[in-house]
């Protein structure tokens, strides 16, 4: 069983520290705000007085608060007891952020992981957990069974900012589904409709249209739109305009499907009403 440190007891933190103390794990915590520590120091946990002491407590640190400006200030707090840990930051960020914070923290003379958890707090610990990180292999391979306490830990490469851009990638295909369910559930209830019996047509229909993402995704990797095409852009651009007027014609506004009918009409006047939907994508993609 390791000695862990755990930063940060929000609702995530604090269910990182109360999975590892139940799986026997000596865990000692930090919380900006003490109260937050009293459910866990009644668990078992060890309190710290201070960021430097809980860094030093450990050879293992997991630093998990709001966002990257409050890990760094948390962190900037260590200071000098970072030298010779190992950190993991489960904070949410961008791709930069991760790269900047573990250069910082490599510097201070520590080794550094990202993660990016893709799961609720009430997941941790269970069959389903998934975290995602990048950055040093070797801290991950040290620390894996501690980690492993946690989610099941899923290693995409040593360059630390790749755990966040996919931990995004996975939230942005989340809110596109979030948005679009929002909008069909207006519109069902404008009608007097409940939004709970629609699941029965919803959840299948939705099942189904996954089913078209190998081959969106092949296009997207190859930059061919046009093979295969079974449901062109113009069809398309027609079904995203009546969704546009049918919102307006039942006092829904149309905000969340707008932007998808104005790039999909655009793309199709460029000339590429024949190309699947998937060539929307390249108007998304800006020059570097
Ligand atoms: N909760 C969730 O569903 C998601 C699941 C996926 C991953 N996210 C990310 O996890 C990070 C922490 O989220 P959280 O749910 O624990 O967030 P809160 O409950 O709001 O707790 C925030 C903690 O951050 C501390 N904090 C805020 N500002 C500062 C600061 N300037 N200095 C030090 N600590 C700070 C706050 O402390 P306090 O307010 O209790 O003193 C909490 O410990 C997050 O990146 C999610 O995106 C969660």
Redesign the pocket.
């Known amino acids: 069983m390791s000695r862990i440190s755990i930063l ?6 604090s269910a990182l520290a109360a999975t590892l103390i139940r799986k026997g794990h000596d865990v000692t915590i930090w ?3 003490l109260l ?1 520590t009293e459910p866990l120091a009644a668990i078992g946990a060890s309190v710290a007085a201070s960021p430097a002491e809980a860094v030093a407590a450990s050879e293992l640190a997991i630093v ?4 990257y ?2 890990a760094r ?2 962190l900037a707090l260590a200071g000098d007891a970072l030298r010779g840990r190992d950190l993991v930051n ?4 961008t791709p930069d952020d991760a790269k900047s914070l573990g250069a910082w923290v490599e510097a201070k003379g520590a080794r550094y992981l990202d993660g990016g ?5 009430p997941m941790i610990g269970e069959a389903g957990a998934l975290i995602l990180y990048s950055g040093s292999g070797a801290l991950l391979e040290k620390h894996e069974a501690a980690l492993g306490a946690l989610a099941t830990c899923r290693m995409l490469g040593e360059d630390p900012g790749i755990a966040a851009l996919y931990d995004l990638a996975l939230l942005s295909a989340m809110y596109g589904l979030f948005s679009g369910f929002l909008h069909a559930g207006a519109l069902v209830a404008s009608s007097g409709g409940k939004v709970a019996d629609f699941l029965s047509l919803l959840r299948p229909w939705l099942e189904a249209m996954s089913g078209t993402l190998p081959d969106l995704a092949e296009k997207i990797d190859s930059g061919l739109h046009s093979r295969n095409v079974v449901s062109n852009l113009a069809m398309q651009t027609i079904a995203l305009e009546n969704i546009v007027r049918a919102s307006e014609e039942s006092h829904i506004s149309p905000d969340f499907i707008e932007p998808m009918r104005q790039l999909a009409a655009a793309r199709v006047g460029q000339g590429h009403g024949g190309d699947d939907i998937s060539g929307v994508v390249e108007l998304i993609r800006k020059q570097k």
């Open positions: 940060g007891l929000g609702a995530m933190g919380n900006r705000t937050r998990c608060v709001v966002d400006a409050a200030a948390v489960l904070t949410n960020g958890i893709m799961a609720v707090p």
